[in-house]
C-alpha cells in the first residue's frame, strides 16, 4: 500500500512539474464581456512560457457570430523569451449588437474559446423559425388566449405521497403527480414548512434532462416558502407541445394559490434550461405571478415557432434573469430577445466565466430581488 501510495505521489509531483514547464494561456478581460457604443470588442489573452527555452508564438483570433458564421481572422506573430509572459489582444468592429464567439488559437492549435458581446440591450429580434413547426401564425399570444379558453374543460387529477427520505425537522416533502392535458402523468416533488400559514410559494420548473434524486437541493427555494417542483419533460411537437407545456404550467399554478397553506399574492416560480421560458412567461399565463427567475434559459424552441416579441408581450410581472457567457452563443443571442421586449421591470446577470449561472450566486441575487418585489 505504501508503495502504491509513493508511486502515485511520484507521478503527482511529475504532472505538476511538466505543467510548469510548458506555455498556457489565459484569458485577460474575461470581466469585461460587453461593448457599447464606439468602443469596439476586444479580446485579450496571455501567454505564460515556463519553459527555459524562448518560443515562437503565431497567435491567430477568429470572430464568428451567433449563426456560426466567420467573420474576422486576426492574427500576431512574436517571441516568447523563456519564463516569461506576453500579452495579444485583438480589436474588430461589428456589424450588429449580438453575441460572438472568439477562437484564439497559436500554431494551429485552439487554447481558448470565449463568447463576448457587442450592445446586447438592443437585441430585439432572434429572426430564427423552424417552418417545420408551424404554430399559431408565430404569435404567441394569440396561441396562449386559445390555451387560456380551453382550461376551464381540462381535467384537474392531483396525488402526493409523503416521501419519509426527503422529509425532515422543519419540512414535509411529497412526491407530486398530476394528470396532464394530454393524460400523461407529470411528476415533481412539493415541500411544506411545518405548521404554518399564509406562506410564500416558489413553482420550479425543470426540465426532464439531468433530473436527481433530490431536486429541492439542487435547486432549492428559501427554505420558509412552500416549493412545488414540476419536470416539464418532452410533450409532443409543434403546436402540441405547447398547449400541452402550457396548461400544465397554468394547473400547476392554480393548484398551488388555491391551498390553504399559501398566499395566492406570494407565489414566484422559478426554471432552469429549457423549462426556463416557461417561469418567464408564467405572468402572462396567471396574472398573479408575483415575480419570475430565469436561469440559464434556453429559449430555443420558443424562438423557433414564436417571435420574441409576442413571447415577452404578455409578461406582467417582475422577471430577473441569470446567464453564464460561455453558454452556446445563440441561446444568449435568443435570451436578450426575448429580455429586451418586455416592458415591465427587469434585471439580468451575466456570470462571465461560467457556463451555467453559479449557483449561491443567484440564489442571494434571487432572494434580494424577492425582497425588493415587496418594498
Same mark, same amino acid.
Given at each position: 500500500?505504501?508503495?502504491?501510495?509513493?508511486?502515485?505521489?511520484?507521478?503527482?509531483?511529475?504532472?505538476?512539474?511538466?505543467?510548469?514547464?510548458?506555455?498556457?494561456?489565459? @484569458?485577460?478581460?474575461?470581466?469585461?464581456? $460587453?461593448?457599447?457604443?464606439?468602443?469596439?470588442?476586444?479580446?485579450?489573452?496571455?501567454?505564460?512560457?515556463?519553459?527555459?527555452?524562448?518560443?515562437?508564438?503565431?497567435?491567430?483570433?477568429?470572430?464568428?457570430?451567433?449563426?456560426?458564421?466567420?467573420?474576422?481572422?486576426?492574427?500576431?506573430?512574436?517571441?516568447?523569451?523563456?519564463?516569461?509572459?506576453?500579452?495579444?489582444?485583438?480589436?474588430?468592429?461589428?456589424?450588429?449588437?449580438?453575441?460572438?464567439? =472568439?477562437?484564439?488559437?497559436?500554431?494551429?492549435?485552439?487554447?481558448?474559446?470565449?463568447?463576448?458581446?457587442?450592445?446586447?440591450?438592443?437585441?430585439?429580434?432572434s429572426e430564427h423559425f423552424n417552418d417545420d413547426a408551424p404554430v399559431s401564425d408565430r404569435n404567441f399570444t394569440r396561441l396562449l388566449k386559445s390555451v387560456k379558453e380551453e382550461l376551464p374543460g381540462v381535467r384537474r387529477q392531483f396525488s402526493i405521497v409523503k416521501n419519509k427520505?426527503?422529509?425532515?425537522?422543519?419540512? +414535509?416533502?411529497?412526491?407530486?403527480?398530476?394528470?396532464?392535458?394530454?393524460?400523461?402523468?407529470?411528476?415533481?416533488?412539493?415541500?411544506?414548512?411545518?405548521?404554518?400559514?399564509?406562506?410564500?410559494?416558489?413553482?420550479?420548473?425543470?426540465?426532464?434532462?439531468?433530473?436527481?434524486?433530490?431536486? @429541492? $437541493?439542487?435547486?432549492? =427555494?428559501?427554505?420558509?416558502?412552500?416549493?412545488?417542483?414540476?419536470?416539464?419533460?418532452?410533450?409532443?411537437?409543434?403546436?402540441?407541445?405547447?398547449? +400541452?407545456?402550457?396548461?400544465?404550467?397554468?394547473?400547476?399554478?392554480?393548484?398551488?394559490?388555491?391551498?390553504?397553506?399559501?398566499?395566492?399574492?406570494?407565489?414566484?416560480?422559478?426554471?432552469?434550461?429549457?423549462?426556463?421560458? @416557461?417561469?418567464?412567461?408564467?405572468? =402572462?399565463?396567471?396574472?398573479?405571478?408575483?415575480?419570475?427567475?430565469?436561469?440559464?434559459?434556453?429559449?430555443?424552441?420558443? @424562438?423557433?415557432?414564436?417571435?420574441?416579441?409576442?413571447?415577452?408581450?404578455?409578461?406582467?410581472?417582475?422577471?430577473?434573469?441569470?446567464?453564464?457567457?460561455q453558454d452556446k452563443a445563440v441561446r444568449l443571442q435568443e435570451d436578450f430577445a426575448v429580455y429586451n421586449n418586455i416592458k415591465g421591470i427587469k434585471e439580468y446577470f451575466i456570470f462571465p466565466a461560467g457556463n451555467a449561472v453559479e449557483r449561491n450566486k443567484w440564489k442571494y441575487?434571487?432572494?434580494?430581488?424577492?425582497?425588493?418585489?415587496?418594498?
Open positions: 500500500m505504501k508503495r502504491l501510495l509513493f508511486f502515485i505521489a511520484f507521478m503527482s509531483a511529475a504532472a505538476l512539474s511538466y505543467a510548469a514547464d510548458t506555455v498556457s494561456y489565459r @484569458l485577460s478581460n474575461i470581466e469585461n464581456w $460587453a461593448f457599447y457604443g464606439t468602443r469596439s470588442p476586444e479580446v485579450g489573452i496571455v501567454a505564460v512560457n515556463g519553459r527555459g527555452v524562448s518560443m515562437p508564438m503565431d497567435v491567430k483570433c477568429s470572430i464568428w457570430n451567433y449563426d456560426g458564421v466567420p467573420m474576422y481572422e486576426l492574427n500576431q506573430k512574436s517571441v516568447l523569451q523563456q519564463h516569461d509572459s506576453l500579452a495579444f489582444s485583438f480589436a474588430f468592429k461589428t456589424i450588429a449588437p449580438g453575441f460572438y464567439n =472568439a477562437v484564439l488559437s497559436d500554431g494551429g492549435r485552439v487554447v481558448k474559446s470565449v463568447n463576448i458581446a457587442y450592445e446586447p440591450e438592443k437585441i430585439l429580434s427520505k426527503l422529509s425532515g425537522k422543519e419540512k +414535509n416533502v411529497y412526491d407530486f403527480k398530476m394528470n396532464s392535458r394530454d393524460d400523461k402523468v407529470i411528476k415533481g416533488y412539493l415541500a411544506f414548512p411545518r405548521g404554518k400559514k399564509g406562506l410564500e410559494a416558489m413553482i420550479t420548473f425543470l426540465p426532464v434532462e439531468g433530473r436527481s434524486e433530490n431536486p @429541492l $437541493a439542487d435547486f432549492t =427555494a428559501k427554505q420558509q416558502m412552500v416549493e412545488l417542483v414540476i419536470y416539464v419533460g418532452d410533450r409532443g411537437d409543434g403546436e402540441m407541445y405547447f398547449r +400541452n407545456i402550457l396548461t400544465d404550467a397554468a394547473i400547476c399554478m392554480e393548484y398551488i394559490m388555491n391551498r390553504p397553506e399559501i398566499d395566492p399574492a406570494k407565489v414566484y416560480t422559478q426554471g432552469e434550461g429549457d423549462a426556463a421560458a @416557461l417561469s418567464c412567461v408564467a405572468s =402572462a399565463i396567471d396574472g398573479r405571478v408575483r415575480c419570475s427567475f430565469v436561469a440559464s434559459p434556453d429559449f430555443s424552441r420558443f @424562438l423557433e415557432c414564436f417571435t420574441a416579441e409576442s413571447v415577452a408581450e404578455g409578461i406582467s410581472a417582475p422577471v430577473l434573469f441569470g446567464m453564464g457567457l441575487i434571487r432572494d434580494t430581488f424577492i425582497l425588493r418585489s415587496g418594498e
